[in-house]
Every structure is written in C-alpha cells, then in structure tokens.
C-alpha cells in the first residue's frame, strides 16, 4: 500500500539557519502531495501542496518539490524562525481517489533555537 | 467563520467503556473524515462520511463507527475502549475537490 517516510527528529537549528526535511513516498502512479505543520496543542494545517510532478509548492518561506524520479518531497525554507518551531507531517493523496484520503509519514519535529 | 469545531477537548474512560466524540465540519463543507493520532506517530485514517454515509474507511476495527447528520456534522464512536485507543483524534472537512481543513482535535486517555 501506500505511505510516506520522512527523517526522524528533532531537527534542531538555529535562528536564520537553512532548513530541509527530507519526505519519501511509495505510491501508484502520481499522487497528490502534502506538507502539513502542527504547533503545540493544535491541529494541523495545510502548509503547501504539489499535484504533479515538477510542481513546487510554496508559502510562508517553505517550499518542496516535486521529484517523481526519486519519489521525493523535500521541504526546504532558507531562514528559520523560531516560531516556525512545530511538528512538520508529509502526506499524500492517491490518484484518482475523490475522498482525498490522506497517508501521512511519522512527523519530524523542528526545534528553532534563538 | 469558526473552521472545524471538536468536542470534547480532553476526555478520560476507562476500558470498555464506549465513547462519543463529535465534529461541527466548518462552515459551507459537506465531507468529513476522520483520523486518529497516537502519540509522536502520524495521523491514521480512521474513515470519511458523504452524504451522511460512510465513503472509504482505513484499517480499523469496526469497534469503530460514524454518522454525519443532515447539517453535515459528525460523530465518531469507539466500542469497548482499549488502552492503544488512547491518541488524539482529528477531524477534518472539505467541500468538493478543495483540501480539509483539521479541527484542534480531541484528546482520548483510556485508563
């Protein structure tokens, strides 16, 4: 079946460093693609997406490419900020699946030190 | 606009007992799913409603069940509680092809 792999946390950076989460998938065809960010004692909210290949998706600084060569979705951002400090998820979405469920990696943890 | 609204927060029972949680999907979106966290683990689909039925469910046991009502929301019901029970569960909306949007969650501690 489908799913996600991302690395492990914590991942811990200081202010103003460059950041990359790595994200893995294993899926048929092209699936749809997900970053989702959770702070502390919240849900989780959609971060930014890619449908196809070589899509980027971007916002608030992140972004993550999609490589379907390598069945990759990195997620990058050039300066971290201490409140980017959350849980990031990466997730997807199978083709041709009209409900959008989503399979979603362990999480990895972003720890932004002043 | 209030996004996704779940209730309780917070709850504990103990094992074997049954538990109700509820989602108020946000305002204009007409599907729900849910999902269950364990604790430092990734989100689980547990299933999703349309149309007050259940659509697509995940590899959960069927001690686990829904219903969406006519005014779009929804409750998950967990029977005969287990201790791995314990997580957060999440519930989420959409309309149509658009992305969900996740509630705050519910927080289940099974004792």
């Known amino acids: 079946g489908d799913s996600v792999t991302q690395m492990e946390g914590p991942v811990t950076l200081s202010e103003e460093a460059f950041l990359t989460i790595n994200c893995t998938y294993t899926?048929?065809?092209?699936?749809?693609l997900f970053w989702y960010v959770q702070y502390p004692g919240e849900g989780l909210q959609l971060l930014l997406k890619?449908?196809?290949?070589?899509d980027k998706g971007s916002n608030k600084g992140f972004e993550a490419t999609y490589r379907k060569e390598t069945t990759s979705f990195h997620l990058e951002k050039g300066s971290v900020q201490v409140s980017d400090s959350a849980v990031y998820f990466c997730?997807?979405?199978?083709?041709?699946?009209?409900?959008?469920?989503?399979?979603f990696g362990g999480g990895t943890r972003l720890m932004v030190k002043p | 606009d209030a996004g996704v609204t779940q209730s309780p927060t917070h709850l504990i029972k103990t094992r074997g007992q049954q538990v109700t949680l509820r989602c108020s999907p946000k305002s204009g979106h007409d599907t729900v799913s849910w999902y269950q966290q364990a604790l430092g683990q990734g989100p689980q689909f547990i299933f999703q409603?349309?149309?007050?039925?259940?659509?697509q469910r995940g590899n959960f046991p069927d001690r686990f069940s829904g219903h969406q009502f006519p005014n779009y929301s929804s409750e998950l019901n967990v029977n005969a509680l287990l201790l791995g029970d314990s997580a957060l569960y999440l519930c989420?909306?959409?309309?149509?092809?658009?992305?969900?949007?996740f509630g705050s969650g519910t927080r289940l501690t099974v004792v």
């Open positions: 989420a909306s959409k309309r149509g092809p658009r992305g969900y949007t």
């Open positions: 899926a048929t065809g092209y699936p749809s």
């Open positions: 409603y349309y149309e007050e039925e259940e659509r």
């Open positions: 997730a997807l979405s199978p083709m041709n699946n009209a409900g959008n469920m989503l399979t």
């Open positions: 890619a449908t196809k290949a070589d």
